[in-house]
């Protein structure tokens, strides 16, 4: 087990007291990476409708898995086996029958069908279909959202995590060096990608690399205006810069970080551009400490940005840990103006600026924790544009 | 621009007579594969609300994404730069406010509010808050679910579709060939995969790969009996299975393969699995021609397994084509007793026998082809047992 049973029930403890206030009796959960924190449950069963589910007062959630994956249910949750609730293959892919027909006939047969349900409505596996199964199989029952009250408990990291997150940047520094290495004019990008992916799932010697919740991104030339585009065939280009964006994962827990090479010719509008952007992402980490909210840390970003006289319209962090794809963000703060979440220590969020500047950009990032006083990084390797 | 504009027009065409058919005037298709076939669109943008709206009268769909990934609709869409609708990104993940709110307006402004309004009700993205958000904004409209018709259009491919699965095949077999190198006792799986992902994205000189929609799948030892585990750090152990799945991508197309490796000495149960397994595969196989069903295809495999006396209770296979996480089978036709779908030829179908017995498992798989006459795999790799 990775972690104690202890830190699970303190996890389950958490979320039932965050259901009390919000006055949710029990919650279906959707997300993935909250099905991990919540029962350990990890495999890449994901496209077909599951979820764990949590009474307010219940010793265990329940994890609902397909048959055919009850076997990695077994091995990966610390739960009682019959906490494993397992439905037929017979659900699979055959609409109008649906998984959560057998989900609203399990809530039914506890006598939990009149209760106020909490529903992760925005979590990308709850389909409409998911809800109006529920909806129509649970006419008595009050349902509401649960406004991501997982990933708001997720928000805060226990020492064991931040260990993992450690692991997890000590990958992200070694991908990086090794896509800097790679990247070079007349290489195919998606030969950069092998080489990248390899030194991911290789990791450290003590601690092995994981599948990304996002695939290396990769935008090069006009396509460093458009920050998730992934690597084609195509081949790097002298004089054109390139975005990496990667994160090195370890026990789902994702550390990302990114930055821009520019092969060839320095042009002074991207190194300019650069700079600035340094220079606002540090001046938020400088606010970055406990007490202080999101929106200290995006002021001081955005008036460096103000200063530089660059617009910037998205936001320029979000919350990270446990990942699945096709997301690592956890859904909670954003680093935005407006954003008034108040830091605590061992809250970790990926500062990213993604920097659009019509048919080119640049981008770099740092995965930050906030600590007693103040923040420190996860992982170290210079933000500066690598010219080669 | 991978596809000629003709093809993609066709491919419109198609979708709209279907539209019609099932009386949807305004179809809003949110599955990210279907969002590539209708426009083209390929970024790892999925993780925020997106779609392409198609209108049953329209010359072109429109593409919706987030302003941050404008420039990637316009270099990888064949679309006007008019039919490319940007949302704000004060939209993103700044719940309540949503993507799909400004979506509504979109759809008010172009006076289609009270047309009947197609939706992909449990398409992966598809969430019970954009469901939600459409409900409640346009109260006019009639809200009904598309059935998968984009993806039920999907499911014969044209010629250059066949081409570019040949190419992904070519990069499955090299994939197949490098995992069977790399798996020995002592090496840790997450090495094992490093050497896989390098050659899958690198492909062949001709073809580069691209990431796959489902990661490397590599249960073993005990964890084949459940078939979605994915690598660890441990170890592969002598006298253990390991089950391999991956997939070569080429241009988003997916063909997969599944194979199983057993370290050491020869279990006679395990091989004998495999054997009848495999029998029951080519039963399947040889029933696979134009004007069969795959219940016809799905008899013959099962009638092999009653046979040897082995119960299965899952599908044995689903559609393939373009495939974006989580997901690369197209949820559409599936390979098992009661699906009456009629097979033409080019449908494109992963034939995959996950067989399960307790606590350990075989598994075996053929990406198939339905010919003008029969079928033909996609691959060329033994499915034996492969024993080291």
Same mark, same amino acid.
Not at 173 to 201: H, S, W, Y
């Given at each position: 087990m990775l972690f104690s049973k202890e830190e699970y029930k303190e996890r389950l403890k958490k979320v039932q007291k965050s259901?009390?206030?919000?006055?949710?009796?029990?919650?279906?959960? %959707? &997300?993935?990476? #909250?099905?991990?924190?919540?029962?350990?449950? &990890? =495999?890449?069963?994901?496209?077909?409708?599951?979820? +764990?589910? +949590?009474? +307010?007062?219940? &010793?265990?959630?329940?994890?609902?898995?397909?048959a055919q994956d009850a076997g990695g249910a077994y091995i990966t949750t610390y739960l009682k086996k019959e906490n494993v609730i397992v439905y037929h293959e017979k659900y699979i892919h055959t609409w109008p029958l649906h998984p959560y027909d057998y989900l609203v006939e399990i809530i039914k047969e506890r006598k939990w069908d009149k209760l106020n349900v909490g529903l992760e409505m925005d979590s990308h596996y709850f389909t409409a279909y998911c809800y109006e199964k529920i909806k129509q199989g649970l006419p008595n029952a009050k349902l509401k959202d649960s406004e991501r009250l997982v990933n708001w408990t997720r928000v805060v990291k226990s020492g064991t995590e931040i260990k993992l997150m450690?692991?997890?940047?000590?990958? %992200?520094?070694?991908?990086?060096?090794? =896509?800097? #290495?790679?990247? #070079? /004019?007349?290489?195919?990008?998606?030969?950069? +990608?092998?080489? $990248?992916?390899?030194?991911?799932?290789?990791g450290t010697p003590e601690f092995g690399g994981e599948?990304?919740? $996002?695939?290396?991104?990769? /935008?090069?030339?006009?396509?460093?205006? =458009?920050?998730?585009?992934?690597? %084609?065939?195509?081949?790097?280009?002298?004089?054109?810069?390139t975005i990496i964006e990667i994160s090195g994962v370890y026990k789902r827990y994702h550390v990302p970080m990114a930055r821009t090479v520019l092969l060839g010719k320095p042009e002074q509008k991207k190194i300019d551009a650069m700079k600035a952007t340094n220079e606002a992402l540090d001046a938020?980490?400088?606010?970055?400490?406990?007490?202080?909210?999101? #929106? &200290?840390?995006?002021?001081?970003?955005? =008036?460096?940005?103000?200063?530089?006289? $660059?617009?910037?319209?998205?936001?320029?962090?979000?919350?990270?840990?446990?990942?699945? /794809?096709?997301?690592?963000?956890?859904?909670?703060l954003n680093i935005s103006k407006g954003d008034e979440t108040i830091l605590q220590p061992n809250v970790c969020f990926h500062m990213i600026a993604v920097m659009q500047f019509g048919d080119w950009g640049v981008e770099a990032s740092e995965s930050v924790r906030v600590t007693k006083n103040g923040s420190e990084l996860f992982c170290n390797y210079s933000r500066d544009l690598h010219i080669k």
């Open positions: 259901m009390q206030e919000k006055g949710i009796e029990l919650l279906i959960s %959707s &997300d993935t990476a #909250n099905m991990n924190y919540l029962t350990g449950y &990890d =495999a890449w069963s994901f496209y077909y409708a599951q979820c +764990v589910i +949590v009474h +307010v007062n219940s &010793d265990e959630p329940l994890c609902f898995v397909r450690k692991c997890a940047a000590s990958i %992200s520094e070694k991908g990086m060096k090794t =896509a800097m #290495n790679a990247i #070079n /004019p007349g290489v195919r990008q998606c030969d950069a +990608v092998a080489e $990248i992916q390899k030194t991911l799932f290789m599948y990304s919740s $996002i695939a290396t991104l990769l /935008p090069t030339g006009k396509g460093t205006s =458009a920050s998730h585009l992934t690597a %084609s065939q195509e081949k790097f280009v002298t004089g054109e810069a938020g980490i400088e606010a970055t400490k406990p007490g202080n909210t999101t #929106n &200290d840390v995006a002021q001081k970003f955005w =008036a460096v940005l103000d200063k530089h006289n $660059i617009k910037k319209e998205s936001r320029t962090g979000y919350s990270i840990g446990i990942g699945y /794809p096709p997301d690592w963000g956890e859904h909670t």
